[in-house]
């Protein structure tokens, strides 16, 4: 876990670890069915079947309040930090306050709940992902913006997992899993 400091308007900022294990990196899946590719309009093309890629994070609810360094910390909001491997120059710079500013860092201001064996996680998702695809490095990292018990602004970061469907249908075939998927999926990778 990584803290990114942001008083006020200024730009201090600084990084270090913490000891909290207030998000954790929990793994990531793709869809077990393909779908049809929808574009930006909503329009459907059954003809283009995509696939998707989910980082799932264990987090802490809003509202909870955690310690680090001995100061108390209220988590106000949850979300998640993506860009391709390819377009980011350092993963460093994958924090909220350079969204806008690094070409193709994108912020997922609000994670999808999912249930994986009875446990609940928040995810961050990428979807429409064409075959073409399938190797891309896709990079991820969970934050929580908190307030310390002075009123700043903290942000707190997972580490960056770097993930691509290839990576995650591998683990799957490793661990048995492969019949979970549908045999269109399964094409993909023959």
């Not at 360094?69 to 930090?81: H, M």
């Not at 912020?107 to 064996?117: A, N, R, S």
């Amino acid at each position: 876990m990584y803290v990114d400091n942001v008083y006020l308007d200024t730009n201090y900022e600084t990084s270090a670890g913490a000891s909290e294990n207030a998000a954790v990196y929990s793994g990531s899946q793709i869809r077990t069915a393909l779908v049809p590719y929808r574009d930006k309009e909503g329009n459907i093309d059954l003809d283009d079947m995509r696939q998707g890629l989910r980082f799932c994070f264990d987090i802490l609810e809003i509202d909870t309040v955690f310690e680090h360094d001995g100061k108390s910390y209220t988590v106000k909001n949850t979300g998640a930090l993506v860009a391709l491997k390819d377009k980011l120059e350092d993963e460093n710079l994958m924090k909220v306050s350079n969204a806008g500013r690094v070409p193709g860092l994108l912020i997922q201001d609000y994670l999808i709940d999912v249930v994986i064996d009875d446990d609940e996680y928040k995810s961050a998702y990428i979807y429409n992902i064409p075959e073409a695809n399938k190797d891309t490095l896709i990079c991820a990292r969970a934050y929580l913006e908190c307030v310390s018990e002075s009123g700043d602004i903290v942000y707190f970061y997972t580490p960056v997992q770097e993930r691509s469907l290839t990576m995650v249908y591998e683990r799957i075939v490793t661990e048995g899993d492969i019949d979970t998927l549908d045999e269109a999926v399964k094409a993909w990778w023959r």
